[in-house]
């Protein structure tokens, strides 16, 4: 039976009408409900934004993007077909995710947390939270440089982490969710590849130690932080548990698994 893993879910969420109301609005369309009187541009703006609330719960068609990561998953259940997927970025985040778990837990005063190695699962959704405490889920992204740091985004970057966010707090049954950005030194074998990289980009055959060293200092520079100080180089989003998404991402993966029902019928009238 078709279950989606929670760091997958924002790819099955329609895209029209899916996420369509920010969280600005909502907030907006809160403050308009609370007034006792209304201007006419205000009573226009509630009206628009109450629209686009409910579009955001209505059910469509699902995209061509949800129906590629049915097929992917299809794939690899069935024959054991999967798609791989690596880049640096990902390498660093697996290699140094403990020391990213021990800042976080540093900046928020919040020590000894480890990784999570439990599997939650419920009829819809399947997946390994990062770190779960006793009343939140934080979901950990390890920044590969400072210029991939969101530095000053005062909303989350991805939409698609608060999907997988939402999803684990359905799974574990918290009502607090958090994303965590953290600003971590590369490990030494990193650094050495990227060294090594940067030669070959610039060309140099058989650098000379100084010209190595000259490269090393400056890759160095870009890929550890001890010179910032550690509440700088965590950033944190706060995300509450809501049901109402919770609701729209459960009908997303019953008409997956809907759609995945098909592609298996389709594979077993070929076989016929």
């Known amino acids: 039976m078709y279950k989606e893993s929670p760091s997958q879910a924002g790819r099955i969420i329609p895209t029209a009408k899916g996420f369509s109301i920010t969280e600005k609005q909502t907030a907006r369309l809160a403050e308009l409900k609370t007034k006792v009187k209304l201007t006419d541009n205000q009573a226009k703006e509630r ?8 579009n955001a719960l209505l059910p469509s068609p699902l995209s061509e993007g949800a129906k590629t990561r049915v097929q992917e998953k299809f794939l690899q259940d069935v024959f054991g077909i999967k798609k791989e997927f690596w880049s640096k970025e990902t390498d660093k985040g697996n290699e140094t995710e403990d020391e990213s778990i021990r800042l976080y837990g540093k900046v928020a005063g919040i020590f000894g947390i480890t990784k999570n190695e439990q599997k939650f699962e419920n009829d819809y959704f399947i997946g390994t939270p990062d770190v779960v405490t006793d009343d939140a889920v934080i979901d950990i992204k390890t920044a590969w440089n400072g210029s991939t740091f969101p530095w000053f985004e005062n909303e989350l970057p991805s939409k698609n982490y608060f999907y997988q966010v939402q999803a684990y707090l359905h799974l574990t049954g918290r009502k607090k969710g958090f994303v965590a950005y953290c600003l971590t030194n590369a490990s ?6 990227e060294v090594r990289r940067d030669a070959w980009r610039q060309k140099l055959i058989e650098p000379t130690d100084e010209k190595l060293e000259e490269i090393e200092t400056k890759v160095r520079e870009q890929m550890t932080f001890d010179n ?19 609701e729209l991402m459960i009908e997303r993966v019953l008409e997956c698994r809907k759609y995945y029902d098909e592609l298996a019928g389709e594979i077993n009238e070929r076989l016929r």
Do not use: G, T
């Not at 009206?47 to 409910?54: I, N």
């Not at 030494?188 to 590849?193: A, T």
């Not at 910032?228 to 509450?240: N, Q, T």
């Open 47 to 54: 009206d628009e934004l109450e629209k686009k609330a409910e």
């Open 188 to 193: 030494e074998s990193m650094i050495q590849d």
């Open 228 to 246: 910032i100080a550690d509440p700088l180089r965590v950033k944190i989003y706060s995300i509450d548990y809501d049901p109402a998404i919770i």
